[in-house]
């Protein structure tokens, strides 16, 4: 007689935890063939209220850390992801089946993890500079994390597109909050299993699986949601998210602006702060 | 506080003992273990990804200058085997590190990162070991730092066409190094890391006195699939150093060392196509003004010429205090030289370890007695010397002149000038009253003027409100003879990249 | 206002808001990135076997075992007392704490409760934690306590007046407080996680101490952060350059959040590399604390039998 095997749940990951929805909702995920695979949870707008609070919370001391450190904690995610190749490759296989496809999908989401992990110590050192300001002043530019950054993934690429866009947003300093790919959630579920073993501190990365026009208004309209990558949104959704962002002036970033490796993603969320400091006796 | 004068002599008597705080009771001696390094008899040289005898024979020893012991013996490479590793440099550049894209070879470096933290412990004893520096010291600060480098420079090695606008960088070729025994591993990462994320291949010469921790990580590049050849290390003294430099097959030349070597590598590469950057001596100035945080600045001091022996090509060794303070200055820093331990380097409470070696003492020791030859006041707290070694008590020298020869040359050791000025313009003047511009310091609560100072001194670089700080990201090197070029951060890619094709 | 002339002997001549402001200018500053640096690096000062357990028994006996909580009984000053005399009912070498610290309500009880053992009564007094009165009521408090039995009052500084740039009104207040005193030594509670700056720090230590503190303490234990090192080290500095400067010894009280043995060692290093071995000792400095004599017993005991230790076989009061 064969084994019955032990089938994982797929929860929300929210303030360092695994929850289901407050709402008690599930949805079905779907293979190539259409056939249920597996029932995720379909989070609410509390679930996202909540992962929006976790993520302000953890903002200041992630940002506070040094970029060494920052830089070290994604490439451990990398390492983390290496180690789950397997798991990973099946779970793009489930949407997308060939295989030789879906390895490259793995392997390109790790080395472009660890592209973004070495750019945490760096990219201050190519948008930062020493303005030469006439006067006796010292003058110096610095990028500064934006905030809490609400991500939309992308919805065809489930892992290589989100591990990009997320790792733009957490290298400067900024914590996420990711609404997954509706119709390929489960890497997303399981890339959060890796970051939560991966010495990223609770709330930096809340994952959320759901319904994207469901939630995109909530986290459109949030007052306290920094700016939005737009990437996995679809026009409709975009012009919601333009629209929403006007409340607290969000900044807002559109997929292909930049790719899926640019340090320009980084700069997108960061705010440039000049400091003027006068020089004499 | 202010400092006050009271006419109470018992006061004044209870001053010196508080100033001089007795720390007898309970740093018994807390020995790191060694057990965790495994030391060879012999090591031989490591050319094309695996040791080899060197082809003269030869080997010297290595001693461990806090016992005189010697540790190991070591190849001695002649200019056969530089000629080998040259060409076993050039052979593993042209079979493809060159051209492997930035992302893979990120990869090797990470990994090198990564097992330089998972072998720190076993690294630092060795270190501290093989060059008498304190436990404390190569365990907190070396190795972190080292494992740092290969972190941060891992991340630029698929990231160059980002780092200089408007020049496509292609790495130079085969790059000799030469790299002195103060921080024998950190100042081996300073220099191989950058050269591999860029595509250049490595012979690296370590000093004489202390080649054992390059070896290890000989064996490390190894065990991380470093392809053969891209790092090679020729161990040997100043000769087989001089056949690296001198060999016709090597693009690109770094050396840190002193700046009387550093002459003779520039005019030895005169006349070639070899790049070449040289980090060489310095004599620091250090500038405390009378509104400087003064017990920090005591530690700052302290730090900036005890740290390591003084071993630190960046040593703050000429203090410059204000002269309203100068006194309350001078008294506080003798107290705190009283709590400094000095000894056995591998006692994790060591403050200051082992001279480096007989010939280093030797050169202190000089310099010294010409100090007090020529009139200045020597301090040196009481402190109990192991019977075997090589070791000199930290010494503070007061009423120095800029024309005393220890305002002016290097002595490389626990030993500092300390000297006073009025203004803020004749400290500048004195501070640049050096052939020397590696570093300064400056002591002050006012930023602008930290700003200002920092405007007029001649070094590359600045520390203000503290001392003795590296970070991988942060460029290091001298203004005059004190070298030209920079490691660290973006300005440390620069030494070994040219732009593809001619002129950017 | 009276106060001893060898104090007097750093301050101005004559005392008003403004000659106090100035003179607190002269202070030196307090860089806090230097600060953390040297505290962490005596952080490594790592301590041999036979010297940790002398260490640990003289962090006993250094100890103010305190209970500062609305929900203090008799009862419950009554067994921390019994703890306190004897903190380690199996093991008679251990000493006595130093004193039991408690709200004034409770100083009968706990007078009582120590009589004739050499453990010393000390209470928060001036409307701890927060001192927000008129200073009548301050020191009338004080003396009532004193009247009650207590050795030692642990007062707190007028937080507001020092920020608010009124440092006669502090100044004038601990010269009241500790007329009121009388032979009770004082304890002068700076409350540094409030006074934020390192500057403040060390300007309201010198302050303290000029105005007739027997003792510096760090904070009440009500406010985070309580007691840290580097508040610790740049106090112990103040007080060493007071001493430099007037021949008065004062000592150190850090209080509130040292928890472990290891804290307590760290405190002890601290201390012993600023100001020497002429401070360690009960006279010159003490912990305060509520939880943290049952982790140095368990480090003894962990020291002599060479097993790790549960806190079962520790009694809790």
């Known amino acids: 007689m064969s084994r019955v095997d032990v089938r994982k749940t797929y929860k929300l990951y929210i303030g360092g935890e695994f929850p289901r929805s407050e709402s008690g909702r599930s949805y079905p995920a779907l293979d190539a063939r259409g056939r249920v695979v597996a029932r995720v949870a379909q989070a609410s707008r509390k679930d996202l209220r909540d992962a929006v609070r976790h993520a302000r919370n953890a903002q200041a001391s992630w940002a506070a850390r040094s970029g060494y450190n920052r830089g070290q904690i994604l490439y451990r995610v990398a390492e983390m992801i290496e180690d789950r190749f397997e798991t990973f490759v099946s779970q793009v296989q489930v949407t997308d089946p060939d295989r030789r496809r879906a390895r490259r999908e793995v392997t390109e989401a790790i080395d472009t993890i660890v592209w973004y992990a070495g750019w945490a110590d760096k990219f201050a050192q190519i948008y930062g500079n020493l303005n030469p300001v006439a006067g006796p002043f010292f003058n110096i530019s610095a990028p500064e994390p934006t905030g809490v950054v609400g991500i939309v993934a992308p919805q065809d690429s489930a892992l290589l597109g989100l591990v990009s866009r997320l790792s733009a947003v957490l290298v400067s300093g900024n914590t996420a909050v990711v609404i997954a790919s509706e119709s390929r959630p489960m890497p997303a579920v399981t890339l959060a299993e890796v970051l939560a073993t991966s010495d990223v501190p609770p709330g930096v990365v809340n994952i959320l699986t759901g319904h994207t026009d469901e939630l995109i208004p909530w986290l459109a309209d949030h007052m306290d949601v920094n700016a939005i990558d737009a990437a996995g949104a679809t026009p409709e959704q975009r012009r919601r998210i333009q629209e929403g962002a006007v409340h607290n002036v969000k900044r807002v970033v559109l997929d292909g602006e930049f790719g899926d490796r640019s340090p320009y993603v980084i700069a997108a969320f960061t705010e440039t702060k000049t400091v003027w400091h006068p020089k004499g006796l | ?504 | 206002m009276t106060l001893t002339p060898t104090r007097q002997a750093i301050l101005p001549d004559r005392l008003t808001n403004s000659t106090l402001t100035s003179f607190l200018r002269s202070v030196p500053s307090v860089d806090e990135v230097a600060v953390a640096e040297r505290v962490a690096s005596l952080s490594t000062r790592s301590i041999k076997r036979e010297s940790k357990a002398h260490a640990l028994r003289m962090a006993i006996s250094m100890m103010d075992l305190t209970t500062l909580e609305g929900m203090d009984t008799p009862g419950k000053v009554i067994q921390m007392s019994s703890k306190a005399v004897r903190p380690d009912p199996t093991d008679p070498s251990i000493p006595s704490v130093a004193a039991v610290c408690v709200y004034p309500a409770m100083v009968p009880y706990a007078r009582q409760a120590v009589e004739g053992t050499g453990v010393k009564v000390a209470s928060v007094a001036t409307y701890f934690p927060s001192g927000q009165v008129d200073i009548g009521l301050k020191v009338e408090e004080t003396r009532q306590v004193v009247e009650a039995g207590a050795d030692e009052i642990d007062m707190v500084i007028n937080r507001g007046a020092f920020l608010s740039g009124d440092y006669f009104r502090v100044f004038d207040e601990i010269v009241r407080v500790k007329e009121a005193c009388g032979d009770a030594h004082l304890k002068v509670i700076l409350e540094t996680g409030e006074l934020q700056t390192l500057d403040n720090v060390r300007r309201a230590s010198v302050l303290a101490m000029a105005a007739g503190a027997d003792f510096i303490k760090t904070s009440t234990g009500k406010v985070s952060p309580a007691a840290t090192l580097p508040a610790t080290l740049v106090m112990l500095e103040a007080i060493r350059d007071f001493w430099a400067a007037t021949g008065v010894k004062v000592g150190m009280k850090p209080a509130g959040g040292i928890r472990t043995a290891k804290d307590a060692i760290r405190y002890l290093v601290v201390l012993n590399e600023t100001l020497g071995e002429e401070w360690m000792s009960p006279d010159w400095f003490r912990i305060g604390a509520s939880s943290l004599l049952n982790d140095v017993l368990m480090q003894i005991r962990w020291l002599e039998t060479g097993r790790y230790q549960s806190a079962d076989y520790f009694t809790k009061d």
């Not at chain 2, 550049?93 to 072998?119: C, H, N, T, V």
């Not at chain 2, 053969?228 to 087989?240: C, D, H, K, M, S």
């Open chain 2, 1 to 504: 506080m202010e400092p006050q004068t009271t006419e109470n002599t018992e006061v004044a008597s209870r001053k010196a003992d508080v100033l001089a705080p007795r720390i007898e009771w309970e740093y018994v001696p807390s020995r790191e273990s060694t057990d965790i390094v495994e030391i060879a008899d012999r090591y031989d040289l490591f050319i094309g990804g695996e040791f080899r005898k060197p082809k003269s024979g030869k080997y010297f020893p290595t001693v461990d200058p806090a016992t005189e012991e010697t540790l190991a013996e070591v190849a001695e490479a002649g200019p056969d085997d530089v000629d080998a590793a040259v060409a076993a440099a050039r052979a593993a550049f042209e079979d493809g590190w060159g051209r492997m894209p930035g992302s893979e070879r990120a990869k090797y470096i990470f990994r090198i990162a990564r097992m330089i933290q998972e072998r720190s412990r076993e690294l630092a004893v060795l270190e501290t070991l093989d060059g008498g520096k304190p436990i404390k010291e190569s365990r907190d600060v070396d190795l972190p730092q080292v494992a740092a480098n290969f972190f941060y420079y891992a991340g630029w090695a698929d990231k160059l066409e980002y780092a200089f606008p408007g020049f496509r960088p292609e790495p130079l070729g085969v790059a000799g190094q030469v790299i002195p025994w103060n921080f024998p591993l950190l100042m081996l990462a300073w220099k191989v890391a950058p050269a591999l994320a860029t595509g250049n291949t490595v012979v690296l010469k370590p000093a004489e006195t202390t080649p054992l921790t390059a070896l290890v990580f000989a064996e490390i590049t190894a065990e991380a699939g470093l392809p053969p050849g891209v790092f090679n290390v020729v161990t040997g003294a100043g000769e087989t150093g001089a056949a690296v430099v001198g060999h016709p097959d090597v693009d690109k030349v770094a050396f840190t060392g002193s700046t009387e070597v550093g002459k003779l590598i520039q005019s030895q590469v005169a006349g070639t196509r070899k790049r070449l950057t040289l980090e060489l001596g310095g004599k620091a100035a250090h500038v405390i003004f009378d509104d400087a945080p003064i017990d920090q600045a005591i530690e700052g001091v302290v730090n900036g010429i005890f740290f390591n022996q003084g071993h630190v090509c960046c040593a703050g060794s000429r203090l410059f205090v204000q002269e309203n303070i100068h006194d309350l200055f001078v008294d506080k820093l003798k107290a705190r030289l009283a709590t400094l331990r000095v000894g056995d380097p591998l006692d994790k409470n060591t403050d200051v370890g082992a001279i480096n070696s007989r010939q280093q003492l030797e050169k202190i020791r000089q310099l010294v007695e010409a100090g007090v030859e020529e009139g200045a006041e020597i301090y040196q707290p009481q402190c109990e010397l192991p019977d075997r070694g090589y070791w000199f008590v930290p010494t503070l020298f007061t009423g120095v002149s800029q024309s005393h020869r220890i305002a002016q040359e290097e002595i490389f050791g626990p030993v500092l000038s300390i000297m006073s000025f009025r203004t803020p313009a004749e400290a500048v003047e004195k501070a640049n009253n050096t052939p020397y511009g590696l570093s300064a310091g400056v002591w002050t609560s006012k930023g602008s003027r930290i700003l200002w100072m920092a405007d007029r001194m001649k070094a590359g670089v600045v520390w203000a409100n503290t001392y003795n700080k590296f970070d991988p990201a942060s460029p290091f090197g001298g203004y005059k003879e004190s070298g030209f070029g920079r490691e660290g951060g973006r300005h440390g890619l620069l030494n070994y990249v040219k732009h593809a094709g001619g002129r950017p």
